[in-house]
């Protein structure tokens, strides 16, 4: 026996249509938090160095790509710096802020760290040499 709706082709495409736009729209409201978890702006009180480039202190935005990359951006939107991501690491809090941790030697100060709010973190530098850390943001700043 055939139901109404099979013996009206057009009102079976229109059926059709409206699942495929709501398994649309259900995905795309999956994949927006999802996008936001990679990106962060942080504010650095001090110079410092990011990828081998010297970073005036500063706003960046901060966003983790595919391939384990982390392209900084300065606050007019310009890529000012890029590093690879060396490892994941993980999370040792709740914290549900950005934090940054920054190796200083001799004076100078260089990105190590960026874990983003409820996630593991990205190493993107190790650091063999005997040195200090410097942390920005998070529940837990210090010099």
């Known amino acids: 026996m055939r139901t109404r709706l099979a ?7 229109v059926h059709i249509g409206l699942v495929v736009a709501s398994l649309g729209i259900g995905v795309a409201g999956f994949a927006a938090p999802a996008d936001a978890q990679g990106r962060a702006r942080v504010k650095v009180d001090f110079d410092f160095v990011a990828g081998g480039k010297d970073m005036p202190a500063g706003s960046y935005d901060l966003e983790v790509q595919e391939g384990g990359r982390l392209s900084i951006r300065s606050a007019d939107g310009k890529v000012t710096g890029i590093m690879q991501v060396v490892t994941r690491l993980g999370r ?14 001799k004076g100078e100060s260089y990105l190590s760290e960026l874990w983003l709010p409820n996630s593991d973190g990205y190493l993107l530098l190790t650091t063999p ?8 943001g ?3 700043s210090r010099k």
């Open 138 to 140: 998070g529940s837990r």
């Open 92 to 105: 040792h809090d709740t914290d549900t802020e950005t934090e940054l941790v920054f190796d200083k030697v």
């Open 7 to 13: 013996t009206r082709p057009g009102l079976r495409m």
């Open 129 to 136: 040499a005997d040195h200090e850390h410097r942390v920005v």
